[in-house]
């Protein structure tokens, strides 16, 4: 594979552990043989032997020793609609090009092969449109991570993405068989990989197409329900379920891991409730809070841009569900205070949107796809998501998302968060809060010098 051409689009293998497949079969064979996992090693150095146990080992469903073996990725020039998708695989590791800070005027975008050579350039005319007009409200002040919501979802993202062999699996069968097969960018994309991972760890890719072709669906049918369009408005943030008694329950386990006391005398200890903050502080302040996971809560965030999402879907540790990007309701986006209050560059953002929405409902109309028509938002056009977090994973989360550096959206969903948080589970979530409110600001020279404000403020 050529990696010399910088402006190519495609997905690229640019890494792979240095010892391949090795230490794959190395695993396969540790748990079934005699010997010092060393001695294992020294007898897993044929390359064609090492296949050969892969596929016996994974065939029979022991798919675990697969994570051995890592891969990296390179994304260049892909549409956004790529980039969502990819990012959504939790077990990965990824760092994007960030929309907040880079400038996307010259940026590019994906062009799908239309068989009409008008209906592309009428494609390529209304994005151009938007990039020049992303350009004239950056010229004009308006911030990047403000004008970043006239970009359409088309626009050219370049990101890595590191994973494990059998998250990779996952990946490549989703891009191939699954729901990301139903958009020609993402399924040729995904041939790419497959061709490159099938060169470099045969046994692990060895009869790829004959494993996954009979693989169940990756999303469910619910055809058979009726639901009514909505008839209310939505709330911003909703809690809509979370563990009962959670500060009991955390304090309890974080008692039991920690003095192995029985449990009926831990839960006897947990009935002080200055026990239980005092434990839940001490949790807090640790860095290895792990009793905060013994519970859960699941939150409804309404009307979030699409470049917002990107904000949300890097958080690894939650189960998060977001809409088909298909579905998205053109009519609805994000008015940033900074455009509001131009009334020159209000009209012009209002009319942006007005038009995306037409010129899909008209192309829609005439019979294009909704998969070719997922282009045809803006990115900042919203979505609503559900997304289920432990009480670790939200510690990080609020101190990520409340700090005043955090970009202004989400931000403010991570504040109204907390707030039906503290409602719900007050002696745990008190403490809860940016980073300089939990503990002490890392920013450094970034910093907002605002300390004691948000101490003061995150205190109420």
Not at 129 to 148: I, M, Q
């Amino acid at each position: 594979m050529d990696l010399s051409d910088f402006n190519t689009s495609g997905a690229f293998l640019v890494g792979l552990s240095d010892c391949g497949e090795k230490v794959t079969a190395a695993g396969g064979r540790v748990s079934t043989q005699p010997g010092t996992a060393l001695g294992i090693w020294a007898k897993s150095q044929d390359d064609e032997k090492n296949a050969n146990l892969i596929d016996k080992v994974t065939r029979s469903g022991h798919n675990s020793v697969v994570e051995h073996t890592y891969y990296n990725l390179v994304f260049q020039n892909v549409s956004a609609v790529v980039e969502q998708f990819i990012i959504e695989f939790r077990l990965a590791s990824f760092t994007v090009k960030s929309r907040r800070y880079v400038d996307f005027s010259d940026a590019g975008f994906y062009v799908p092969k239309f068989s009409d050579e008008k209906m592309t350039e009428r494609y390529k005319t209304h994005m151009s449109k938007l990039f020049a007009l992303y350009a004239e409200f950056t010229e004009s002040g308006v911030p990047k991570e403000d004008a970043r919501f006239l970009l359409p979802y088309c626009l050219f993202s370049n990101f890595f993405c590191s994973v494990n062999g059998r998250e990779f699996l996952h990946m490549l069968r989703a891009m191939l068989y699954g729901r990301g097969s139903q958009y020609p960018e993402i399924r040729a994309l995904g041939e790419m990989l497959l061709e490159q991972a099938r060169e470099k760890t045969p046994g692990i890719l060895h009869d790829f197409e004959e494993r996954s072709a009979n693989a169940k669906s990756d999303v469910p049918d619910l055809s058979f329900i009726n639901i009514p369009k909505n008839s209310a408005d939505k709330p911003s943030v909703e809690l809509l379920s979370y563990t009962p008694n959670a500060a009991k329950l955390v304090a309890q386990n974080a008692l039991i891991e920690y003095t192995g006391t029985d449990t009926n005398t831990a839960a006897q200890a947990v009935e002080s409730q200055e026990t239980v903050e005092k434990v839940i502080a001490a949790l807090v302040n640790s860095d290895r809070p792990r009793a905060l996971e013994s519970v859960n809560f699941t939150l409804r965030f309404n009307g979030i841009s699409l470049s917002e999402l990107t904000h949300f879907t890097r958080h690894r540790m939650q189960s998060i569900e977001i809409a088909d990007l298909r579905r998205t309701d053109r009519s609805k986006y994000i008015l940033p205070a900074s455009v509001r209050e131009n009334p020159d560059l209000l009209e012009k953002y209002r009319a942006a949107f007005e038009s995306m929405r037409a010129e899909y409902e008209a192309l829609r109309a005439e019979g294009y796809s909704d998969t070719d028509l997922v282009y045809y938002q803006m990115s900042g056009n919203t979505v609503d998501i559900v997304t289920t977090l432990n009480a670790r994973e939200l510690l990080l989360f609020l101190r990520l998302r409340t700090c005043t550096r955090a970009q202004w959206e989400i931000r403010t969903h991570a504040i109204e968060a907390l707030h039906l948080l503290r409602g719900a589970a007050p002696e745990i979530f008190k403490f809860y809060g940016p980073s300089c409110f939990v503990d002490k600001c890392p920013e450094g020279r970034m910093s907002c010098g605002r300390m004691a404000e948000m101490q003061e403020l995150f205190s109420k």
